[in-house]
DNA sequence: TTTGTTACCGAACATCGTGTTCTCTTTTAT
DNA sequence: ATAAAAGAGAACACGATGTTCGGTAACAAA
């Protein structure tokens, strides 16, 4: 890939990152973009298809970085599950915290949308393993909706909330779900 | 109020909401709403502001019918307040299914961001004596919104599994929350 | 019934953001 | 050195939004 290609890439992404700090993802034009980044029209619809396409690709690299280092992928720790799990989820917060400063912009609006399927997408196999609930039939799909939405939201309340800490965050999320 | 403008209203909001059976807010623009109404441009923006301000007002009709026969509202019931909640969560539920042939269309994308907002303002009342998580310090912050999401959430995925009835969803809510 | 008000029509219009197309220049690889 | 690829810049078409204006029809009160 050409030096130009990858510097132009950059620039965009991060004149994007920067402009998401200001104001949310609906309030941001291709030209806001363009002008930020310094470049023209036509090179910004040869890197993107469009703008939506700009935010997938932005949400792609952060679940990238934030899930790349996830200890639990390979299954080689000794851990009990929970413990496991628990060490996953703080870890992933930890990594989240670094986008901090602009998820706000983000995680609302349209935007939230694509984020939080980004989001769920990548947590599925977090909480494969939640228990099923006792008493009553509840549908594995339920579950499974259920726990990844729970952890979702928690991190979209966190950016309003920036003040707690990732170990703060997992305690609450794991204080107030049995079936894990 | 004049028996025109009455009408004229009924009209829009209804062929707004046969639009919706159809395809996703995001996908309907003014002038099918207008076309489907059968009435001019200018009416359409003497009803209401913008698009987003007749999708607000929908949601407001929406929760002002799920809401009005809201048991729980006058405190003259002697049910524990579990048992309570319950009945009032599954009343809510039964509600709501008389929109669900057109609630996918509004759940998702941009709309859904404005139906979930509305949603939950109203389901802020329901669960304000949810327990407190025992062994740690959860800030009632948290656990507010940790329910009205479950809840909300709960009837999103709902509007895509439709199969089920009120009883059932209400029982899958109460089986996987600790708090209520 | 007349009169004044209000709602509605419809057609045109301005505006804005998106995404495309063109020509020309600069950079890069070989 | 030269061909291929990337970018600049300006113009363009398009679609949707929301507005404006002059004319028509319904309503309500005299």
Redesign the interface.
């Known amino acids: 890939m050409d030096r130009r290609q990858r510097k132009t890439r950059a620039a965009i992404l991060g004149a994007f990152i920067g402009l998401l700090k200001e104001k949310s993802y609906g309030k941001i034009t291709v030209q806001d973009i363009i002008d930020a980044a310094d470049v023209g029209r036509t090179t910004f619809y040869t890197h993107f298809e469009t703008k939506d396409d700009l935010l997938r690709s932005l949400c792609g690299e952060i679940f990238e970085h934030v899930f790349s280092h996830d200890l639990g992928k390979e299954k080689t720790h000794d851990f009990s599950e929970e413990h496991d799990t628990r060490a996953r989820v703080t870890h992933i917060l930890y990594h989240l915290q670094e986008h901090m400063d602009y998820l706000p912009g983000i995680v609302?609006?349209?935007s939230?949308?694509v984020f939080m399927a980004f989001f769920k997408e990548h947590l599925k196999g977090l909480f494969a393993h939640a228990r099923e609930?006792e008493?009553?039939a509840?549908?594995r799909?339920?579950?499974q909706?259920?726990m990844v939405?729970?952890f979702a939201?928690?991190v979209r309340?966190w950016t309003r909330?920036a003040r707690y800490t990732p170990e703060e965050i997992s305690?609450?999320f794991f204080?107030?779900?049995?079936?894990l």
Chains 1, 2 share one sequence.
């Open positions: 609302s609006g349209e939230g949308e609930a008493g009553c509840v549908p799909d339920y579950i909706n259920h939405c729970d939201e928690t309340w909330n305690s609450f204080e107030t779900t049995p079936l």
